[in-house]
């Protein structure tokens, strides 16, 4: 079979090949496509990036007796970008001990809108996969899994929660607002 290039051509971008193969070509959801930085009382301003590797995991403070909460943004944002996820972090870690993962799918969540919607099955598969690794690796109990998502976050939350059976909770946002 032809490859999108190999049929089409190389594009310009923003041209309508360029868009098409927004549109019409998956992600590649890699390990390194879809990042994920760990927060704890221990380094609640400096992020531990993540990868479900054995090798990457060790080097971070995870601890499986806290409940883990992954927080997944939206469309056309970022984690630091969305200045309410950032509270919603600094929160928890001052009210309580937590490992808060932030999930960085922003690869995947820009324009066109018809082409977020459609990563976010790829993505919420992948976070589902970190999730099973982090069980099996740890021995974190599925229960302990808190997912907070904001708009497109929120579906890939319910996208993890189809793929993770006995996840402790979900949490869909439309507008966070904070003042």
Known sequence: AQSFDDFFGKSVPGSAVDLARQ??????????????????RSNPRDACFIEPTS??????????????????HGFIVTVETYKSFVLIKDAL???GSYNV?????????????PQAVKNTVPVGKKIAEFIKFIKKHTGAKYSSFHLIGH???????GIVGKNVCNLGRITGTLKLIFK
């Open 23 to 40: 549109v019409f070509v998956p992600p590649a959801n890699t390990n390194d496509s879809i990042q994920y930085s760990l927060f704890t």
């Open 55 to 72: 090798e990457e995991f060790d080097h971070c403070p995870f601890d499986p007796n806290l409940e883990t909460k992954i927080l997944i």
């Open 93 to 95: 870690l001052k009210n």
């Open 101 to 113: 993962i932030y999930v960085h799918w922003n690869r995947y969540n820009g324009h066109p809108y």
């Open 151 to 157: 708009s497109l976050g929120a579906h890939i939350s």
